[in-house]
């Protein structure tokens, strides 16, 4: 079998403020010397935590090693927004919708993979990090709501439950009369995604071992999978690799995953007399009817905005693109809350996305017991923990039903040639930012 060489391994920029307003984690374990297990698992995102817990039910006695380059809740998983949306999240359409059919499915799925989690936060009291309030779809343009009357017909037509909002009650709940209307759904969770994703790590490192600051360097597959980092390897006959866009690193899926990165700010701490004037529900959540738009959430006394797509195959952003980007955070927020000024930001940050064209997760066998999950196209944090939970079964050979629906989706789709994608991918992203206006 051959071997595969990390051409790159993650180094994310740049504290999130997830991450920031946690306590500083104990010192990390790092992975040195030989050792020897039943499993090991590459990336303690939410598919690679989720492959381990489940693992740790389905085979507790055998012993379960996770490795991640970075410390747990640095990477992707405890910088985005912390939607665990049940609802279809297509980011590429106009309505995050797709066929009934497929989407039928997908919100099966997505509950699945909510309820994993959330059995996970009972077991772990991690119910702060993971509150189950749902999500507001907001429109400031005429644009924006016929994307809601859109997303609301889409509903309709799953039999899915939601709310209409007018302008008044936007107003209310968000202390802004820049939305002309919403539209709220019940089922989504809002996650503190550092919060939670390390939570989790906590209360499986009773079972699993983990290992952080361990960037893997080398794959070698065989009978015995060896798995080597900077200063340490980790022998085992079964391996997950749930690294998400990091498997076309090791050579897999290459050219057909899409990376994507989004960015986010968090305010400094709101005065009492700040709030006050804001006015409007100290906790809300709230994506764009329009994906290209912003996505805001109101913790207490901050505000966190997140917005702006960048194509960036080499997997890595800087802080000059972090800070430009800042600048448009800072517009955003401007433009929704007047009423409170000049309000400075914490904390600037951006993050990997894995995406395909046919928006088709990488799962599955792709060598003899190498597994994988990766390319959750936006919504990582819930189909990230769905695929991980289903390697686990498919390793183990549970014939879990939702394996075969994993199974009967379709690999991601190839990518265009790379000077069409260099040159068409931003264009592309440029165009659709732009449509959105207001709303971004
Ligand atoms: C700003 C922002 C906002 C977002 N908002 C949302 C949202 O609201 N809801 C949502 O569902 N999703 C959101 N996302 C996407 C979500 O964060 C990802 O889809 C999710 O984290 C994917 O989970 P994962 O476990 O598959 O991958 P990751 O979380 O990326 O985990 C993979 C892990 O693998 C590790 N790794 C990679 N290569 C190696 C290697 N060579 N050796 C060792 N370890 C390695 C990485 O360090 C990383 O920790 C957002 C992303 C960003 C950046």
């Not at 609802?87 to 066929?99: Q, R, T, V, W």
């Not at 499915?105 to 994993?116: C, G």
Request: with cysteine; hydrophobic share 40%; net charge positive.
């Amino acid at each position: 079998m051959s071997v595969h060489q990390a051409a790159r391994t993650p180094s994310d920029r740049s504290v999130s403020g997830w991450y920031g307003l946690l306590p500083p984690p104990k010192a990390p374990e790092v992975l040195r010397g030989r050792h020897k297990a039943d499993w090991i698992i590459v990336g303690a995102g939410f598919a690679g935590l989720a492959a381990a817990r489940r693992l740790s039910q389905l085979v507790p006695d055998d012993r379960i090693v996770v490795i991640d380059a970075q410390r747990v809740g640095w990477g992707a998983a405890g910088r985005n927004s912390g939607f665990m949306i049940d609802l279809p999240h297509e980011l590429g359409g106009e309505n995050y919708g797709s066929s009934q059919a497929h989407d039928k499915k997908r919100i099966r799925m997505n509950r699945a993979a909510i309820e994993f989690s959330g059995s996970a936060a009972k077991e772990y009291g991690l119910q702060s990090h993971f509150v189950r309030s749902g999500k507001i779809h907001g429109a400031a343009t005429s644009h924006g709501l016929r994307a809601l009357h859109d997303f609301e017909g889409h509903l309709t037509g799953l039999s899915e439950p939601f709310e209409q909002l007018d302008a008044a009650d936007m107003k209310r709940i968000t202390g802004t009369d820049f939305f002309l209307g919403g539209t709220f759904t019940p089922g989504t969770v809002m996650a503190q995604p550092a919060g939670f994703i390390r939570g989790l790590a906590s209360g499986l490192s009773e079972r699993v071992e983990i290992f952080e600051n361990s960037p893997v360097t080398t794959l070698r597959p065989g009978k015995e999978h060896k798995v080597q980092t900077l200063e340490g390897e980790v022998v085992a006959p079964r391996l997950i690799l749930a690294v998400n866009g990091h498997l076309e690193s090791f050579g897999f899926f290459k050219r057909r995953l899409l990376h994507i990165f989004t960015y986010a700010s968090m305010t400094r701490q709101l005065s009492e007399t700040e709030q006050a004037t804001l006015g409007g529900e100290p906790h809300w959540a709230l994506i764009p009817g329009d994906p290209m738009g912003s996505t805001l959430r109101r913790i207490g006394d901050r505000i966190v905005v997140r917005n702006t797509f960048t194509y960036n195959p080499a997997m890595t952003t800087n802080d000059r693109q972090i800070q430009k980007i800042g600048h448009a955070h800072d517009r955003s927020f401007k433009a929704r809350f007047p009423m409170l000024g000049d309000v400075a930001m914490d904390y600037r940050w951006g993050g990997h996305l894995c995406l395909s064209l046919n928006s088709a997760p990488a799962f599955g066998e792709i060598e003899d017991r190498v597994y994988v999950a990766g390319c959750c196209n936006g919504l990582g944090t819930v189909q990230g923990t769905l695929y991980g939970m289903l390697t686990a079964e498919l390793a183990v050979g549970t014939r879990h039903p939702m394996v075969n629906d994993a199974l009967e989706e379709p690999p991601p789709s190839k990518l265009y040639p790379r000077p069409v994608m260099a040159v068409g991918a931003p264009a592309r992203l440029w165009l659709m930012q732009k449509r959105a206006g207001r709303e971004l």
